[in-house]
Protein backbone atom coordinates (compact mmCIF):
# COMPACT_ATOMS: atom_id res chain seq x y z
CA UNK A 1 0.00 0.00 0.00
CA UNK A 2 1.29 3.45 -0.96
CA UNK A 3 1.46 6.10 1.92
CA UNK A 4 0.81 9.53 1.34
CA UNK A 5 3.42 12.09 1.12
CA UNK A 6 1.90 13.23 4.79
CA UNK A 7 1.70 10.01 6.37
CA UNK A 8 5.95 9.70 5.21
CA UNK A 9 6.60 13.04 6.59
CA UNK A 10 4.59 12.27 9.55
CA UNK A 11 6.85 8.63 10.08
CA UNK A 12 10.00 10.67 9.34
CA UNK A 13 9.39 13.45 12.27
CA UNK A 14 7.93 11.20 14.48
CA UNK A 15 11.06 9.11 14.25
CA UNK A 16 13.44 11.78 14.88
CA UNK A 17 11.38 12.84 18.03
CA UNK A 18 11.63 9.29 19.75
CA UNK A 19 15.67 9.13 18.64
CA UNK A 20 16.13 12.84 20.41
CA UNK A 21 14.08 11.44 23.51
CA UNK A 22 15.99 7.77 23.57
CA UNK A 23 19.14 9.17 23.45
CA UNK A 24 18.17 12.00 26.07
CA UNK A 25 16.65 9.51 28.56
CA UNK A 26 18.73 6.30 27.54
CA UNK A 27 15.87 3.58 28.59
CA UNK A 28 16.22 0.20 28.99
CA UNK A 29 14.09 -1.31 25.35
CA UNK A 30 12.38 -4.47 25.65
CA UNK A 31 10.59 -5.48 22.28
CA UNK A 32 8.14 -7.91 21.77
CA UNK A 33 6.95 -9.17 18.67
CA UNK A 34 5.28 -12.89 16.82
CA UNK A 35 2.27 -13.77 15.26
CA UNK A 36 0.02 -13.98 18.41
CA UNK A 37 0.28 -13.17 21.98
CA UNK A 38 2.15 -9.67 21.29
CA UNK A 39 0.19 -8.09 23.36
CA UNK A 40 -0.47 -10.50 26.26
CA UNK A 41 3.04 -10.65 26.90
CA UNK A 42 3.58 -7.28 26.74
CA UNK A 43 1.16 -6.74 29.54
CA UNK A 44 2.13 -9.23 32.08
CA UNK A 45 5.58 -8.29 31.03
CA UNK A 46 4.56 -4.70 32.08
CA UNK A 47 2.95 -6.50 35.62
CA UNK A 48 6.30 -7.72 36.25
CA UNK A 49 8.67 -4.86 35.99
CA UNK A 50 6.02 -2.28 37.00
CA UNK A 51 6.28 -2.92 41.08
CA UNK A 52 9.90 -2.36 40.92
CA UNK A 53 10.08 0.46 38.12
CA UNK A 54 8.71 3.41 36.31
CA UNK A 55 7.77 1.56 33.07
CA UNK A 56 5.84 2.50 30.57
CA UNK A 57 3.89 0.04 27.61
CA UNK A 58 1.99 0.62 24.25
CA UNK A 59 -1.35 1.66 24.52
CA UNK A 60 -4.25 0.63 22.46
CA UNK A 61 -2.62 -0.66 18.95
CA UNK A 62 0.45 1.51 19.15
CA UNK A 63 2.92 -1.03 17.90
CA UNK A 64 3.54 0.48 14.57
CA UNK A 65 5.51 3.21 12.51
CA UNK A 66 3.38 6.17 14.05
CA UNK A 67 2.34 4.33 17.54
CA UNK A 68 5.99 2.77 18.74
CA UNK A 69 7.24 6.59 18.48
CA UNK A 70 3.95 8.41 19.95
CA UNK A 71 4.82 5.25 23.23
CA UNK A 72 8.16 6.50 23.30
CA UNK A 73 7.26 10.42 23.04
CA UNK A 74 4.66 9.47 25.78
CA UNK A 75 1.63 11.08 24.16
CA UNK A 76 -1.26 9.95 22.35
CA UNK A 77 -2.26 10.55 18.27
CA UNK A 78 -3.07 13.55 17.02
CA UNK A 79 -5.29 12.13 14.56
CA UNK A 80 -6.33 14.67 11.76
CA UNK A 81 -6.22 17.42 14.09
CA UNK A 82 -3.56 19.80 13.06
CA UNK A 83 -3.76 21.42 16.68
CA UNK A 84 -3.39 18.36 17.93
CA UNK A 85 -0.65 17.07 16.67
CA UNK A 86 0.66 20.44 17.20
CA UNK A 87 0.20 19.59 21.11
CA UNK A 88 2.09 16.28 20.32
CA UNK A 89 5.49 18.59 19.42
CA UNK A 90 4.60 20.60 22.68
CA UNK A 91 4.84 17.88 24.43
CA UNK A 92 7.88 16.44 22.87
CA UNK A 93 9.83 19.72 23.90
CA UNK A 94 8.85 19.30 27.63
CA UNK A 95 9.87 15.54 27.73
CA UNK A 96 13.55 16.49 26.22
CA UNK A 97 13.66 18.48 29.15
CA UNK A 98 11.84 16.43 31.58
CA UNK A 99 13.77 14.51 34.18
CA UNK A 100 11.75 12.38 34.80
CA UNK A 101 11.12 9.17 32.24
CA UNK A 102 10.43 5.67 32.69
CA UNK A 103 13.56 3.24 33.17
CA UNK A 104 12.12 0.81 30.69
CA UNK A 105 9.96 0.76 28.13
CA UNK A 106 7.88 -2.29 27.19
CA UNK A 107 6.86 -2.15 22.96
CA UNK A 108 4.91 -4.48 20.70
CA UNK A 109 5.95 -4.01 17.47
CA UNK A 110 3.79 -5.13 14.82
CA UNK A 111 4.34 -6.59 11.50
CA UNK A 112 1.75 -6.52 8.79
CA UNK A 113 4.26 -6.10 6.11
CA UNK A 114 7.67 -6.90 4.63
CA UNK A 115 10.36 -3.98 6.61
CA UNK A 116 7.87 -3.06 9.65
CA UNK A 117 10.30 -4.70 12.11
CA UNK A 118 13.22 -3.79 10.21
CA UNK A 119 12.12 -0.09 10.19
CA UNK A 120 11.64 0.01 13.82
CA UNK A 121 14.77 -1.71 14.80
CA UNK A 122 16.88 0.84 13.14
CA UNK A 123 16.34 3.49 15.51
CA UNK A 124 15.09 1.69 18.74
CA UNK A 125 17.91 0.05 20.61
CA UNK A 126 16.84 -3.17 21.87
CA UNK A 127 17.94 -4.21 25.44
CA UNK A 128 15.54 -7.79 25.44
CA UNK A 129 13.90 -9.21 22.54
CA UNK A 130 10.94 -11.45 22.35
CA UNK A 131 9.31 -13.51 19.77
CA UNK A 132 6.65 -15.22 20.63
CA UNK A 133 5.78 -17.73 18.17
CA UNK A 134 5.95 -16.91 14.02
CA UNK A 135 2.42 -17.96 11.92
CA UNK A 136 0.88 -17.06 8.93
CA UNK A 137 -1.06 -14.04 9.88
CA UNK A 138 -0.83 -11.37 7.42
CA UNK A 139 -0.26 -13.70 4.84
CA UNK A 140 -1.27 -11.82 2.52
CA UNK A 141 1.57 -9.45 2.37
CA UNK A 142 4.38 -11.78 2.90
CA UNK A 143 3.39 -14.66 0.62
CA UNK A 144 5.10 -17.24 3.18
CA UNK A 145 5.58 -18.21 6.39
CA UNK A 146 9.85 -17.83 5.66
CA UNK A 147 9.00 -14.42 5.08
CA UNK A 148 7.70 -13.96 8.31
CA UNK A 149 10.23 -15.41 9.88
CA UNK A 150 13.12 -12.95 8.36
CA UNK A 151 10.60 -10.61 9.15
CA UNK A 152 10.47 -10.98 12.89
CA UNK A 153 14.11 -12.51 12.87
CA UNK A 154 15.42 -8.98 12.66
CA UNK A 155 14.03 -7.87 15.97
CA UNK A 156 16.47 -10.50 17.85
CA UNK A 157 19.17 -10.19 15.69
CA UNK A 158 19.35 -6.49 16.84
CA UNK A 159 19.66 -7.36 20.43
CA UNK A 160 23.42 -6.73 21.56
CA UNK A 161 25.65 -8.94 22.88
CA UNK A 162 25.30 -8.30 26.38
CA UNK A 163 21.05 -7.80 26.22
CA UNK A 164 19.10 -11.04 25.81
CA UNK A 165 16.88 -12.79 23.10
CA UNK A 166 13.87 -14.74 24.21
CA UNK A 167 11.62 -17.30 21.60
CA UNK A 168 9.50 -19.89 21.49
CA UNK A 169 11.26 -23.20 21.77
CA UNK A 170 8.07 -25.12 20.69
CA UNK A 171 8.31 -23.21 17.44
CA UNK A 172 9.96 -24.62 14.39
CA UNK A 173 10.67 -21.07 12.74
CA UNK A 174 11.78 -20.00 15.93
CA UNK A 175 13.95 -22.41 16.46
CA UNK A 176 15.63 -21.62 13.02
CA UNK A 177 16.59 -18.07 14.20
CA UNK A 178 18.25 -19.16 17.52
CA UNK A 179 21.62 -19.97 15.66
CA UNK A 180 22.07 -16.29 13.93
CA UNK A 181 22.01 -14.57 17.46
CA UNK A 182 25.11 -13.78 19.35
CA UNK A 183 23.53 -13.16 22.02
CA UNK A 184 22.32 -14.95 25.63
CA UNK A 185 18.75 -16.90 24.63
CA UNK A 186 16.44 -18.04 27.24
CA UNK A 187 13.58 -20.30 25.41
CA UNK A 188 10.01 -20.55 26.17
CA UNK A 189 8.11 -23.81 25.89
CA UNK A 190 6.80 -26.94 26.82
CA UNK A 191 8.71 -29.25 25.37
CA UNK A 192 12.39 -30.57 25.57
CA UNK A 193 14.78 -27.91 25.06
CA UNK A 194 13.15 -25.22 26.73
CA UNK A 195 15.21 -23.63 29.28
CA UNK A 196 11.80 -21.71 30.76
CA UNK A 197 9.99 -24.83 30.78
CA UNK A 198 6.16 -24.29 31.43
CA UNK A 199 4.80 -28.18 33.18
CA UNK A 200 1.40 -29.72 34.87
CA UNK A 201 -1.36 -27.44 33.38
CA UNK A 202 -4.24 -27.77 35.29
CA UNK A 203 -7.34 -26.34 35.54
CA UNK A 204 -9.34 -24.68 38.60
CA UNK A 205 -13.21 -25.24 38.51
CA UNK A 206 -16.17 -23.50 40.69
CA UNK A 207 -19.08 -25.29 41.98
CA UNK A 208 -22.52 -24.11 42.16
CA UNK A 209 -26.06 -25.52 41.91
CA UNK A 210 -28.35 -24.98 38.87
CA UNK A 211 -32.00 -24.13 38.99
CA UNK A 212 -32.93 -27.63 39.11
CA UNK A 213 -30.79 -28.64 42.14
CA UNK A 214 -28.09 -30.23 39.74
CA UNK A 215 -24.28 -29.33 41.37
CA UNK A 216 -21.73 -28.60 38.40
CA UNK A 217 -18.74 -27.08 37.88
CA UNK A 218 -16.93 -24.10 36.03
CA UNK A 219 -13.82 -23.69 34.65
CA UNK A 220 -12.28 -21.18 36.69
CA UNK A 221 -8.55 -20.21 35.53
CA UNK A 222 -5.71 -21.93 35.03
CA UNK A 223 -2.74 -23.15 37.30
CA UNK A 224 0.99 -24.65 36.16
CA UNK A 225 4.32 -25.19 37.17
CA UNK A 226 7.11 -23.06 35.70
CA UNK A 227 10.88 -24.74 35.72
CA UNK A 228 14.28 -22.83 35.29
CA UNK A 229 17.51 -23.38 36.53
CA UNK A 230 16.72 -26.24 38.96
CA UNK A 231 13.89 -24.43 40.51
CA UNK A 232 10.56 -25.03 40.52
CA UNK A 233 7.51 -22.07 40.66
CA UNK A 234 3.82 -22.43 40.51
CA UNK A 235 1.99 -20.00 39.22
CA UNK A 236 -1.93 -19.43 38.57
CA UNK A 237 -3.87 -17.12 36.43
CA UNK A 238 -6.92 -16.53 38.01
CA UNK A 239 -8.94 -14.96 34.59
CA UNK A 240 -6.86 -16.87 32.22
CA UNK A 241 -6.98 -20.01 29.85
CA UNK A 242 -5.01 -21.81 27.86
CA UNK A 243 -1.39 -22.12 26.01
CA UNK A 244 -0.99 -18.70 24.97
CA UNK A 245 -1.56 -17.22 28.55
CA UNK A 246 1.53 -19.70 29.88
CA UNK A 247 3.66 -19.04 26.75
CA UNK A 248 2.82 -15.26 27.86
CA UNK A 249 3.77 -15.95 31.24
CA UNK A 250 6.48 -18.09 30.49
CA UNK A 251 8.17 -15.21 28.36
CA UNK A 252 7.41 -12.25 30.87
CA UNK A 253 8.95 -14.52 33.62
CA UNK A 254 11.98 -14.67 31.04
CA UNK A 255 12.26 -10.70 31.35
CA UNK A 256 12.00 -10.41 34.87
CA UNK A 257 15.10 -13.16 35.01
CA UNK A 258 17.17 -10.11 32.62
CA UNK A 259 15.76 -8.04 35.43
CA UNK A 260 16.57 -10.24 38.46
CA UNK A 261 13.83 -9.86 40.33
CA UNK A 262 12.39 -11.94 43.11
CA UNK A 263 10.33 -14.87 41.05
CA UNK A 264 7.94 -15.68 44.31
CA UNK A 265 6.67 -12.04 44.16
CA UNK A 266 6.19 -12.46 40.42
CA UNK A 267 4.07 -15.58 40.38
CA UNK A 268 1.80 -13.65 42.97
CA UNK A 269 1.44 -10.42 40.86
CA UNK A 270 0.57 -12.46 38.45
CA UNK A 271 -2.40 -14.03 39.87
CA UNK A 272 -5.05 -11.73 39.46
CA UNK A 273 -3.44 -10.36 35.93
CA UNK A 274 -6.77 -9.67 33.61
CA UNK A 275 -5.32 -10.32 30.49
CA UNK A 276 -6.43 -7.83 27.61
CA UNK A 277 -9.81 -7.96 26.08
CA UNK A 278 -10.33 -10.20 23.41
CA UNK A 279 -7.27 -12.14 24.53
CA UNK A 280 -8.43 -15.63 25.83
CA UNK A 281 -10.73 -13.74 28.67
CA UNK A 282 -12.58 -16.07 30.94
CA UNK A 283 -16.09 -14.11 31.99
CA UNK A 284 -18.86 -15.21 33.61
CA UNK A 285 -21.90 -15.89 31.11
CA UNK A 286 -25.78 -15.94 31.36
CA UNK A 287 -27.48 -18.70 32.32
CA UNK A 288 -25.00 -19.91 34.55
CA UNK A 289 -22.57 -20.51 31.73
CA UNK A 290 -18.59 -18.95 30.99
CA UNK A 291 -17.41 -17.36 28.07
CA UNK A 292 -14.04 -17.35 26.58
CA UNK A 293 -13.83 -14.25 24.65
CA UNK A 294 -11.10 -14.25 22.08
CA UNK A 295 -12.94 -12.06 19.75
CA UNK A 296 -9.41 -9.81 19.37
CA UNK A 297 -8.50 -11.44 16.37
CA UNK A 298 -7.72 -14.46 14.26
CA UNK A 299 -5.24 -16.73 13.20
CA UNK A 300 -4.88 -20.54 12.13
CA UNK A 301 -2.42 -20.96 15.62
CA UNK A 302 -4.54 -18.92 17.34
CA UNK A 303 -7.71 -20.89 16.50
CA UNK A 304 -5.60 -23.85 17.08
CA UNK A 305 -4.76 -23.18 20.65
CA UNK A 306 -8.15 -21.99 21.63
CA UNK A 307 -9.53 -25.36 20.82
CA UNK A 308 -7.04 -27.45 22.43
CA UNK A 309 -7.83 -25.35 25.63
CA UNK A 310 -11.30 -26.05 24.89
CA UNK A 311 -10.51 -29.60 24.30
CA UNK A 312 -9.14 -30.45 27.93
CA UNK A 313 -11.45 -28.28 29.75
CA UNK A 314 -14.54 -29.90 31.63
CA UNK A 315 -17.72 -28.95 30.76
CA UNK A 316 -21.19 -29.68 30.60
CA UNK A 317 -21.82 -28.73 27.46
CA UNK A 318 -19.34 -27.26 24.88
CA UNK A 319 -20.57 -24.15 22.28
CA UNK A 320 -17.57 -23.04 19.80
CA UNK A 321 -18.30 -19.99 17.81
CA UNK A 322 -16.00 -18.75 15.24
CA UNK A 323 -15.95 -15.54 12.53
CA UNK A 324 -14.23 -15.94 9.77
CA UNK A 325 -10.41 -15.27 9.59
CA UNK A 326 -8.95 -12.84 7.30
CA UNK A 327 -6.03 -12.00 5.62
CA UNK A 328 -4.80 -15.83 4.76
CA UNK A 329 -4.35 -15.11 1.17
CA UNK A 330 -4.00 -18.34 -0.85
CA UNK A 331 -4.47 -20.00 2.42
CA UNK A 332 -7.94 -19.16 3.18
CA UNK A 333 -10.26 -21.99 2.06
CA UNK A 334 -7.20 -24.49 3.19
CA UNK A 335 -7.06 -23.00 6.63
CA UNK A 336 -11.01 -22.40 7.28
CA UNK A 337 -11.48 -26.09 6.14
CA UNK A 338 -8.57 -27.21 8.58
CA UNK A 339 -10.45 -25.43 11.29
CA UNK A 340 -14.02 -27.25 10.72
CA UNK A 341 -12.17 -30.62 10.70
CA UNK A 342 -10.48 -29.26 14.03
CA UNK A 343 -13.72 -28.41 15.43
CA UNK A 344 -15.29 -31.93 14.56
CA UNK A 345 -12.70 -33.54 16.24
CA UNK A 346 -13.91 -31.63 19.31
CA UNK A 347 -17.15 -32.89 19.21
CA UNK A 348 -18.77 -29.61 20.85
CA UNK A 349 -22.66 -29.28 21.39
CA UNK A 350 -22.94 -26.80 18.55
CA UNK A 351 -20.70 -25.30 15.84
CA UNK A 352 -21.98 -21.74 14.74
CA UNK A 353 -20.18 -20.56 12.18
CA UNK A 354 -20.68 -16.90 11.30
CA UNK A 355 -19.43 -15.60 7.91
CA UNK A 356 -18.68 -16.58 4.37
CA UNK A 357 -14.78 -18.11 4.88
CA UNK A 358 -16.34 -20.43 8.07
CA UNK A 359 -18.62 -21.73 5.03
CA UNK A 360 -15.43 -23.95 4.13
CA UNK A 361 -15.51 -24.99 8.12
CA UNK A 362 -18.66 -26.03 7.79
CA UNK A 363 -18.69 -28.14 5.20
CA UNK A 364 -15.68 -29.97 6.52
CA UNK A 365 -17.16 -29.64 9.88
CA UNK A 366 -20.01 -31.74 8.52
CA UNK A 367 -18.06 -34.44 6.73
CA UNK A 368 -16.61 -35.31 9.79
CA UNK A 369 -19.26 -35.02 12.36
CA UNK A 370 -22.05 -37.42 13.08
CA UNK A 371 -24.53 -35.16 14.64
CA UNK A 372 -26.09 -33.20 11.35
CA UNK A 373 -28.22 -30.91 13.08
CA UNK A 374 -25.33 -29.57 15.70
CA UNK A 375 -24.34 -26.88 13.36
CA UNK A 376 -25.56 -23.23 12.69
CA UNK A 377 -24.16 -21.07 9.78
CA UNK A 378 -24.91 -17.20 10.07
CA UNK A 379 -23.84 -14.16 7.82
CA UNK A 380 -23.64 -11.60 10.64
CA UNK A 381 -22.76 -12.02 14.49
CA UNK A 382 -25.90 -9.84 14.69
CA UNK A 383 -27.62 -13.23 13.06
CA UNK A 384 -25.57 -15.85 14.95
CA UNK A 385 -26.49 -13.84 18.85
CA UNK A 386 -30.37 -14.79 18.44
CA UNK A 387 -29.60 -18.35 18.12
CA UNK A 388 -26.78 -18.61 20.86
CA UNK A 389 -28.97 -16.66 23.43
CA UNK A 390 -32.09 -19.30 22.88
CA UNK A 391 -29.28 -21.96 22.86
CA UNK A 392 -27.25 -21.60 25.95
CA UNK A 393 -28.18 -23.90 29.30
CA UNK A 394 -26.36 -23.87 32.79
CA UNK A 395 -22.85 -25.00 32.57
CA UNK A 396 -22.28 -24.56 29.43
CA UNK A 397 -18.48 -23.11 28.28
CA UNK A 398 -18.70 -21.29 25.17
CA UNK A 399 -15.54 -19.98 23.00
CA UNK A 400 -15.99 -17.00 20.76
CA UNK A 401 -13.64 -16.41 18.32
CA UNK A 402 -12.67 -14.43 14.85
CA UNK A 403 -10.74 -11.57 13.23
CA UNK A 404 -11.37 -8.07 14.04
CA UNK A 405 -13.53 -7.52 10.97
CA UNK A 406 -15.96 -10.14 12.19
CA UNK A 407 -16.82 -8.05 15.10
CA UNK A 408 -17.88 -11.35 17.17
CA UNK A 409 -17.37 -8.74 20.24
CA UNK A 410 -21.08 -8.69 19.79
CA UNK A 411 -21.80 -11.93 20.29
CA UNK A 412 -20.14 -11.79 23.91
CA UNK A 413 -21.42 -8.72 24.84
CA UNK A 414 -25.04 -9.99 24.48
CA UNK A 415 -23.84 -13.67 26.62
CA UNK A 416 -22.05 -12.13 29.09
CA UNK A 417 -23.03 -11.80 32.61
CA UNK A 418 -21.97 -8.34 33.33
CA UNK A 419 -22.54 -6.36 29.96
CA UNK A 420 -22.50 -3.17 32.11
CA UNK A 421 -18.55 -3.90 32.40
CA UNK A 422 -17.87 -3.79 28.51
CA UNK A 423 -16.13 -1.00 28.10
CA UNK A 424 -13.35 -3.19 30.52
CA UNK A 425 -13.78 -6.04 29.12
CA UNK A 426 -14.80 -6.04 25.76
CA UNK A 427 -12.66 -4.98 22.58
CA UNK A 428 -13.50 -2.31 20.17
CA UNK A 429 -15.61 -0.42 22.70
CA UNK A 430 -14.64 3.12 22.10
CA UNK A 431 -16.50 5.24 19.70
CA UNK A 432 -14.97 4.88 16.99
CA UNK A 433 -15.88 1.26 16.65
CA UNK A 434 -19.32 1.67 18.32
CA UNK A 435 -20.79 3.56 15.32
CA UNK A 436 -19.42 1.29 13.16
CA UNK A 437 -22.38 -0.95 11.97
CA UNK A 438 -21.03 -4.46 10.81
CA UNK A 439 -19.51 -5.01 7.24
CA UNK A 440 -19.16 -8.58 5.97
CA UNK A 441 -15.22 -8.21 4.93
Not at 224 to 252: D, E, T
Request: hydrophobic share 40%; net charge positive; glycine share 6%.
Amino acid sequence: MNKSKKARFLEKVLRLMAICVLWRHKPKVVAITGSVGKTTTKDMTWKLLEKYFNVRRNIKNYNNEIGVPLTIIGVESGESSMIKWFFVFLSWVGVMFSRKYPEILVLEMGADKPGDIKYLTSFVPIEVGVITNIGISHLENFKTKKAVAVEKGHLLRSVPVNGLAILNSDDAECQKLAPQLKTNVIKCGFEEGASMLGSDIIYGYRSLETRSGKKIKLVKGILFKLNYQGKIIPIKLKHALGYPQVYAALNAFAVAEYFKLNKLEAAEALQDFLPPPGRMVLMPGIKNSAVIDDTYNSAPESLNACLVTLDKIKAERKIVVLGDMLELGEEEESAHREAGKKVAELQPEFFVAVGKRMKYAAIEYRKNTQDKDSIGCFSSPNEAMIFIQHTLKEGDVVLVKGSQGMRMEKIVEEIMRQPEKKKELLVRQDDTWQTKDFIAP
